[in-house]
């Protein structure tokens, strides 16, 4: 793996304005995993840098398929440090996994995958972050309305989901769909992203693409972008066949094949659900919008460092010179031997490159002194 030199400027503000009790909005026993009603309200604590902790032991947990309860593989001990709940925010019912100790770290998963996407890569951020794993609007066990998947309203459910949690600051690492997210919560946002790492994705109306009849490479990269835009007719193809048209998602861009049981679970949490299909085209259905957002946002290039993901074996270079054309500070990592999931493919060596990344982040947060108690809502 090559990797430019990371930047040694302090991020300031890491962590500050974090409550250390706050309250968040929990679905009831009787909803879970069902997206009904039945919403109440549990008081938490925060520590220093820590995930909120219940301070009751009836809070419900999710249970359903998506959970981490019902996630398969998980690396060992991850139970032990990382807990999921339902949070209310920006007027959705939002899924996160939390866990860890040291400043907050939101990890956004892309298309089609979940929170899950980032398991072998969070037991070892947690040492130093506090990891939140977040189901995007309309994927996992995230409501599912029929709106609000442009970007800017996808980075102000971040913004607000991470109020909700009582972090102030933090900083951001996004993934394929993830990654024009994270790009637009810290553009939209600028004082609430300390640093920002993004993977294999195009921006929108920045990115220069293949004309519609391009090379067959291109083609089987790309193909399901306008495919996933259609308004109802691809998901009366997909349903009941979800297998095919995941499983080939998964299967042609990766260069280390995703084990079979890891795409399996994709593929089920995605034709378990009546409205899964329409929640996963959501972000392609989005984008005239999406564009006409970032063509305002690239008039004022991000000022913060920026990390730049590709797989060798997926967009390379290109992630890299896409966030040059929208921000100033830009170091890129190419990773051998990956395709396009690079957080599952190549776990070791994203985490070397978010590590050296995030170091100037992670100490800046640990010369914070504690945050001032606040009451909870």
Avoid: C
């Avoid at 220093?48 to 009751?56: K, L, V």
């Avoid at 398969?72 to 925010?89: E, H, I, N, S």
């Avoid at 109020?163 to 600051?169: I, N, T, V, W």
């Avoid at 190419?334 to 100037?360: D, R």
Wanted: charged content about 20%; cysteine-free.
């Amino acid at each position: 793996m090559s990797q430019a030199s990371g930047n040694s400027d302090s991020d300031d503000e890491a962590t500050a304005g974090i409550p250390r009790r706050h309250v968040l909005r929990t679905a009831g026993a009787g909803a879970l995993g069902l997206g009904l009603g039945g919403v109440a309200l549990t008081a938490v604590t925060l520590p220093r840098g820590g995930a909120p902790q219940p301070r009751t032991t009836s809070t419900p947990t999710p249970e359903a398929l998506g959970s981490v309860g019902q996630a398969p593989d998980l690396p060992a001990g991850f139970t032990k440090t990382f807990t999921d709940r339902f949070v209310q925010a920006n007027g959705i019912r939002q899924h996160v996994v939390v866990g860890g100790e040291g400043p907050p770290l939101l990890l956004i998963h892309g298309w089609p995958e979940t929170w899950y996407a980032w398991r072998l890569v969070m037991p070892a951020l947690a040492k130093h972050f506090t990891v939140v794993a977040v189901d995007q609007r309309g994927i996992g066990l995230t409501d599912k309305p029929r709106g609000g998947y442009d970007t800017r309203t996808l980075a102000r459910d971040m913004a607000t989901l991470m109020d909700a949690l009582g972090y102030r600051r933090f900083a951001v690492v996004g993934h394929d769909t993830g990654m024009p997210i994270a790009y637009a919560l810290a553009a939209d946002h600028p004082e609430r992203v300390a640093r920002l790492a993004v993977a294999e994705a195009f921006l929108p109306a920045v990115t220069s693409l293949p004309p519609l009849v391009g090379t067959e490479e291109a083609n089987n990269r790309l193909w399901h972008i306008p495919f996933n835009r259609l308004t109802d007719v691809n998901e009366k193809l997909v349903r009941g066949r979800e297998d095919i048209y995941f499983g080939w998602q998964f299967a042609a861009k990766a260069v280390r094949k995703l084990p079979a049981h890891v795409v399996d679970y994709y593929v089920h949490m995605l034709a378990s659900q009546p409205d899964a299909l329409r929640g996963s085209f959501g972000w392609y259905r989005a984008l005239d919008t999406t564009s006409a957002q970032d063509q305002r946002r690239r008039t004022r290039p991000l000022p913060l460092p920026v990390l730049a993901i590709g797989g060798a074996g997926g967009l390379g270079e290109s992630v890299a010179g896409t966030m040059r054309l929208v921000a100033r500070d830009v170091h890129g990592v190419v990773i051998p031997g990956s395709g396009h999931w690079v957080a599952e493919e190549a776990p070791q060596e994203v985490l070397a490159a978010l590590t050296t990344f995030l170091a100037p982040y992670r100490a800046q947060g640990s010369r914070r002194p504690p945050a001032a108690a606040m009451p909870g809502k």
